[in-house]
Protein backbone atom coordinates (compact mmCIF):
# COMPACT_ATOMS: atom_id res chain seq x y z
CA UNK A 1 0.00 0.00 0.00
CA UNK A 2 0.95 3.47 -0.99
CA UNK A 3 1.42 5.95 2.30
CA UNK A 4 0.19 9.36 1.91
CA UNK A 5 0.42 12.62 3.88
CA UNK A 6 -1.83 15.24 4.46
CA UNK A 7 -0.17 18.56 5.83
CA UNK A 8 -2.12 21.83 6.60
CA UNK A 9 -0.30 25.07 5.22
CA UNK A 10 2.49 26.64 7.19
CA UNK A 11 1.57 28.97 9.37
CA UNK A 12 4.49 31.36 9.21
CA UNK A 13 2.97 32.35 5.32
CA UNK A 14 0.15 33.93 7.18
CA UNK A 15 1.22 35.59 10.57
CA UNK A 16 1.65 39.17 7.82
CA UNK A 17 -2.43 38.96 8.28
CA UNK A 18 -2.50 38.16 11.94
CA UNK A 19 -3.03 41.29 14.52
CA UNK A 20 -3.98 43.64 11.60
CA UNK A 21 -6.53 45.99 11.42
CA UNK A 22 -10.12 45.08 9.33
CA UNK A 23 -8.98 48.16 7.23
CA UNK A 24 -5.51 46.77 6.86
CA UNK A 25 -6.43 43.43 5.86
CA UNK A 26 -9.36 44.87 3.19
CA UNK A 27 -6.09 46.61 1.73
CA UNK A 28 -4.77 43.43 0.63
CA UNK A 29 -8.13 41.96 -0.12
CA UNK A 30 -8.39 40.08 2.79
CA UNK A 31 -11.43 39.75 5.62
CA UNK A 32 -11.35 38.64 9.04
CA UNK A 33 -14.47 37.21 10.50
CA UNK A 34 -15.44 35.83 14.27
CA UNK A 35 -16.83 32.57 13.36
CA UNK A 36 -20.61 31.83 14.06
CA UNK A 37 -22.02 28.78 12.78
CA UNK A 38 -19.80 25.36 12.64
CA UNK A 39 -19.41 23.94 10.05
CA UNK A 40 -18.27 26.68 8.12
CA UNK A 41 -15.17 27.72 8.41
CA UNK A 42 -12.96 25.37 7.51
CA UNK A 43 -9.19 26.20 8.66
CA UNK A 44 -6.31 25.21 6.43
CA UNK A 45 -3.43 25.05 8.73
CA UNK A 46 -4.86 23.23 11.58
CA UNK A 47 -7.35 21.52 8.91
CA UNK A 48 -10.08 21.75 11.09
CA UNK A 49 -13.61 23.55 11.68
CA UNK A 50 -13.13 26.47 13.67
CA UNK A 51 -15.26 26.98 16.41
CA UNK A 52 -17.77 29.34 17.35
CA UNK A 53 -16.05 32.85 18.61
CA UNK A 54 -12.94 31.73 17.11
CA UNK A 55 -11.30 34.23 14.59
CA UNK A 56 -10.97 33.29 10.75
CA UNK A 57 -9.07 35.11 7.98
CA UNK A 58 -10.41 34.81 4.77
CA UNK A 59 -7.84 35.73 2.07
CA UNK A 60 -6.60 34.31 -1.30
CA UNK A 61 -3.93 31.56 -1.36
CA UNK A 62 -1.93 30.13 -4.47
CA UNK A 63 -2.12 26.43 -3.45
CA UNK A 64 -1.09 25.38 -7.54
CA UNK A 65 2.07 27.78 -8.36
CA UNK A 66 3.93 25.73 -11.18
CA UNK A 67 4.17 26.96 -14.05
CA UNK A 68 1.32 25.34 -15.99
CA UNK A 69 -1.81 26.05 -17.41
CA UNK A 70 -3.83 24.58 -14.15
CA UNK A 71 -1.89 27.28 -12.25
CA UNK A 72 -4.52 28.66 -9.50
CA UNK A 73 -5.45 30.18 -6.73
CA UNK A 74 -8.58 30.67 -4.64
CA UNK A 75 -10.40 31.66 -0.74
CA UNK A 76 -9.09 30.15 2.23
CA UNK A 77 -9.96 30.61 5.75
CA UNK A 78 -6.86 30.30 8.49
CA UNK A 79 -7.19 30.68 12.16
CA UNK A 80 -5.96 34.05 13.49
CA UNK A 81 -2.66 32.98 15.91
CA UNK A 82 -2.47 29.34 14.45
CA UNK A 83 0.57 28.33 15.12
CA UNK A 84 1.40 24.46 14.56
CA UNK A 85 0.19 22.74 11.01
CA UNK A 86 -1.81 19.72 10.89
CA UNK A 87 0.47 16.81 9.73
CA UNK A 88 -0.59 13.04 9.30
CA UNK A 89 0.09 10.27 7.42
CA UNK A 90 -2.65 7.89 6.26
CA UNK A 91 -5.25 10.11 8.00
CA UNK A 92 -7.69 12.29 6.59
CA UNK A 93 -9.08 15.00 8.45
CA UNK A 94 -12.79 15.22 9.34
CA UNK A 95 -12.88 18.82 7.55
CA UNK A 96 -12.43 16.67 4.59
CA UNK A 97 -14.31 13.29 5.54
CA UNK A 98 -17.43 15.69 5.95
CA UNK A 99 -17.86 17.49 2.54
CA UNK A 100 -18.28 17.02 -0.63
CA UNK A 101 -15.11 16.94 -2.74
CA UNK A 102 -13.48 17.67 -5.84
CA UNK A 103 -10.38 15.55 -5.80
CA UNK A 104 -7.13 16.34 -8.49
CA UNK A 105 -4.22 14.58 -9.31
CA UNK A 106 -0.87 16.19 -10.82
CA UNK A 107 1.82 14.80 -12.59
CA UNK A 108 5.24 16.58 -11.46
CA UNK A 109 4.91 19.05 -14.00
CA UNK A 110 1.59 20.10 -12.74
CA UNK A 111 -0.43 18.76 -15.33
CA UNK A 112 -4.06 17.15 -14.44
CA UNK A 113 -3.94 13.58 -14.94
CA UNK A 114 -7.16 12.28 -13.33
CA UNK A 115 -10.27 14.20 -11.41
CA UNK A 116 -13.21 13.10 -9.49
CA UNK A 117 -16.00 15.00 -7.35
CA UNK A 118 -16.50 12.52 -4.42
CA UNK A 119 -17.77 12.29 -0.53
CA UNK A 120 -15.13 13.09 2.11
CA UNK A 121 -15.69 9.23 3.10
CA UNK A 122 -14.65 7.73 -0.09
CA UNK A 123 -10.92 10.28 -0.53
CA UNK A 124 -8.87 7.56 0.97
CA UNK A 125 -9.95 5.22 -1.85
CA UNK A 126 -9.05 7.69 -4.17
CA UNK A 127 -6.06 8.86 -3.14
CA UNK A 128 -5.15 5.17 -2.82
CA UNK A 129 -6.01 4.50 -6.44
CA UNK A 130 -4.71 7.64 -7.79
CA UNK A 131 -0.92 6.35 -5.96
CA UNK A 132 -1.34 3.39 -7.83
CA UNK A 133 -0.32 5.75 -11.02
CA UNK A 134 3.49 6.06 -10.44
CA UNK A 135 2.91 9.39 -12.73
CA UNK A 136 0.35 10.91 -10.10
CA UNK A 137 3.05 13.52 -8.19
CA UNK A 138 0.35 14.80 -5.85
CA UNK A 139 -3.51 15.61 -5.19
CA UNK A 140 -5.18 18.86 -4.50
CA UNK A 141 -8.58 18.40 -3.22
CA UNK A 142 -11.30 21.40 -3.14
CA UNK A 143 -14.32 21.60 -1.13
CA UNK A 144 -17.07 20.88 -4.51
CA UNK A 145 -19.87 23.30 -3.29
CA UNK A 146 -17.61 26.51 -2.59
CA UNK A 147 -14.85 25.70 -4.23
CA UNK A 148 -12.25 26.36 -1.74
CA UNK A 149 -8.79 24.77 -1.75
CA UNK A 150 -9.01 21.90 1.34
CA UNK A 151 -5.40 20.71 1.06
CA UNK A 152 -2.63 18.65 -0.95
CA UNK A 153 -2.44 15.15 -0.83
CA UNK A 154 1.39 13.91 -1.24
CA UNK A 155 2.91 10.39 -1.86
CA UNK A 156 5.17 9.11 0.91
CA UNK A 157 6.55 5.82 0.69
CA UNK A 158 7.61 3.86 3.60
CA UNK A 159 11.01 4.81 5.46
Not at 38 to 57: C, Q, S, V
Request: charged share 30%; aromatic share 10%; net charge negative.
Amino acid sequence: MTNFRIAGLQPAKFTEFFGKTNEQLSAVGARRYVVDEKPGFPDRIEMRDLEIGETAILLNYMHMDKPSPYRASHAIFVREGATHAYDRVNEIPEVMRSRLLSARSFSVDGMMLDADVLSGTELREWILKSFADSEVEFIDVHNAKRGCFSGRVLRREPE
